[in-house]
């Protein structure tokens, strides 16, 4: 069969918003998939046209890519259905068509809306919702990352996510929390004011937050670690493996955020750093933990 594939990428999608739609529509999740795919030249080898099999664990194909145009219709997909890669491979091999390279991905991004979404419905004290993540995904911003943090933390920066917590200052929490009320909210002037007194002399009497502008950070930053616990724990059912950073240097990494006009630091500072990925095969972590004894006291 020959066809034409139209592909895109669509952003800032609300999967919830979506996945509720299509509920709605009786459209029923069709489950994840493990792509495994062998791509090969043609003959002669020609850089435009190349062939690959592939499966993604429930069906595999053979399939003939060539790109005409750089436009987005440019790419040509001649493709029929094989009942098993790997005889496919192997019948390959005996007319003298060996693969070129091997590839194996999951649907990742996917994954990542919904860890995202998991931060997004963490909760924070008093609703205020009072940090952010950058995702840094440009090399150039990885690089920099890199070098302003701990050595050991080298191999971290490989990962396919690195999301960076900022966490509200005084200053920047004062702004945030006007926005809050009024755009998140939706409190009129004279709720908002009486919520936003009703919170100061919480913050100053019973939870003694407020005399330092650090300690109002500190309190902010709390509530970032929250939603870093809740992407860890929705990562880990999807079978992602993550690893929380504190090993840089706040300095270096203000620094390098500002240059990227990503944070003013009047208002928002970086607290912790994510590393999110699928693990390499095979690899494993010891794991030590207390006995729940000297964890819990039951009284
Ligand atoms: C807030 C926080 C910061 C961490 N910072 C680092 C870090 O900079 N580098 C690192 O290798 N591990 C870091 N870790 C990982 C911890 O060392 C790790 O969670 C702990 O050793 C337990 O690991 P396990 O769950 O694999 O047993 C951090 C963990 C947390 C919760």
Request: net charge neutral; glycine share 6%; aromatic share 10%.
């Amino acid at each position: 069969m020959s066809n034409i594939e139209y592909e895109a990428k669509i952003y800032d999608v609300d999967p919830a918003d979506i996945a509720g739609k299509l509920a709605k529509l009786d459209a029923k999740e069709v489950g994840s998939y493990n792509f495994r795919r062998y791509v090969f030249d043609t003959i002669p080898a020609k850089p435009d046209r190349w062939v690959r099999l592939r499966s993604d664990g429930k069906q595999a194909t053979l399939t003939v890519k060539e790109i005409t145009a750089d436009t987005i219709d440019g790419t040509h997909e001649w493709e029929v259905e094989v009942s098993d890669m790997e005889t496919t491979l192997e019948i390959l091999a005996k007319i003298g068509i060996k693969p070129r390279g091997y590839q194996e991905n999951k649907r990742q991004e996917y994954d990542l809306e919904l860890l995202l979404q998991a931060a997004r419905l963490a909760p924070s004290s008093y609703g205020m919702e009072q940090w952010n993540i950058i995702l840094a995904q440009d090399a150039k911003l990885r690089a920099q990352l890199k070098k302003a943090s701990s050595i050991v933390n080298g191999s971290r920066f490989d990962a396919s996510h690195i999301l960076v917590f900022t966490a509200k200052t005084a200053s920047g929490f004062d702004k945030h929390m006007t926005h809050m009320l009024r755009d998140v909210k939706g409190a009129n002037v004279v709720t908002a004011a009486a919520m936003k007194a009703g919170w100061k002399h919480w913050a100053k009497t019973d939870f003694k937050v407020y005399d330092t502008p650090d300690g109002l950070h500190q309190w902010a930053a709390r509530q970032a670690y929250i939603a870093l616990g809740f992407v860890m724990l929705a990562a880990a059912e999807r079978g992602i493996d993550s690893c929380a950073i504190e090993g840089f240097s706040i300095d270096k990494v203000v620094a390098v955020l500002e240059s990227f006009k990503l944070i003013n630091r009047d208002n928002d500072l970086p607290v912790v750093m994510l590393a999110l990925g699928y693990r390499a095969d095979g690899s494993t972590h010891p794991r030590s933990r207390r006995e729940m004894d000297e964890i819990v006291t039951w009284y």
